[in-house]
């Protein structure tokens, strides 16, 4: 019912920013817990971030703890993620994720709670 569509994807030199959108299509998400998620050829999907569904709770991975920003408009049906000082190690396909949130849990970071998902963009960080 729900199409998620990513788009910001390129390619920067290391210590640059890209932004990253995911926009929902079909239907107002803002019931939707989201994340975004990025995988490389041989790996596990990683996860990345997360936000709650009304925006107020974040969660980040480690690796990407102070230089990346989730948020989330409920009006315009978009996440966002804000990637600042561009590692090449943070090269990879990058997917947005979406599920109907719950109060019991605010926040989803495994793949396998997520039932909605993007068709995922490039990110590439030269080094």
């Known amino acids: 019912q729900v199409q998620l569509e990513e788009s910001g994807g390129g390619l920067v030199q290391a210590g640059g920013s890209l932004r990253l959108s995911c926009t929902a299509f079909?239907?107002?998400?803002?019931?939707?817990?989201m994340g975004w998620f990025r995988q490389t050829p041989g790996r596990e999907r990683e996860f990345v971030a997360a936000i709650s569904r009304s925006g107020d709770i974040t969660r980040y991975a480690d690796s990407v703890k102070g230089r990346f920003t989730i948020s989330k408009d409920n009006a315009e049906n978009t996440v966002y993620l804000q990637m600042n000082n561009l590692k090449p190690e943070d090269t990879a396909v990058y997917y947005c994720a979406g599920r109907t949130a719950y109060y019991s849990t605010p926040y989803y970071i495994r793949p396998v709670d997520y039932d909605t998902w993007g068709q995922g963009t490039q990110v590439t960080v030269s080094s």
């Open positions: 079909g239907r107002t998400f803002s019931n939707y817990a």
